[in-house]
């Protein structure tokens, strides 16, 4: 079960509901990484072809780096030959994978002001 998040700014009406955590349809895994860019869904793909095991989905809000961007940014973990590994997410509206994790005192990303994030319920 997922938490919902509402990201609002006072200042200049941004909102955003934030899906954070996991869902039900996470522990299928033709559904987990539609959230990935299309060339980390296909290393995600050719992983399970491989053998990749334990194959789960987290949502971690957070702030790029870059553009300002708040959104729940999907980590993929699996483990293969032992090992763990994880593919994480980019930045829906740059790309970029600069993330940061954030809980408060995120600056909006159109007027700067900070954010109020505030637990909206739960999803799944
Ligand atoms: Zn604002
Ligand atoms: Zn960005």
Redesign the pocket.
């Known amino acids: 079960m997922g938490v919902v998040y509402r990201a609002e700014c006072k200042n200049c009406g941004y909102s955003k509901r934030l899906f954070a955590g996991g869902g039900r349809n996470d522990c299928m895994p033709q559904k987990i990484g539609r959230e990935l860019s299309e060339e980390k869904q296909a290393l995600l793909k050719e992983m399970i072809s491989n053998g990749a095991k334990r194959v789960i989905i987290n949502r971690i809000i957070c702030a ?1 780096k ?2 300002g ?1 708040i959104y729940a940014l999907p980590i993929v973990s699996y483990t293969l030959d032992g090992e763990k590994h994880e593919i994480i997410g980019d ?1 829906p ?2 790309s ?1 994978e600069n993330a940061e994790a954030v809980e408060n005192n995120v600056p909006c990303p159109i007027c700067k002001a900070e954010i109020t994030l505030t637990q909206d319920g739960l999803w799944d």
């Open positions: 790029c870059d553009c961007e930045c509206k740059c970029s």
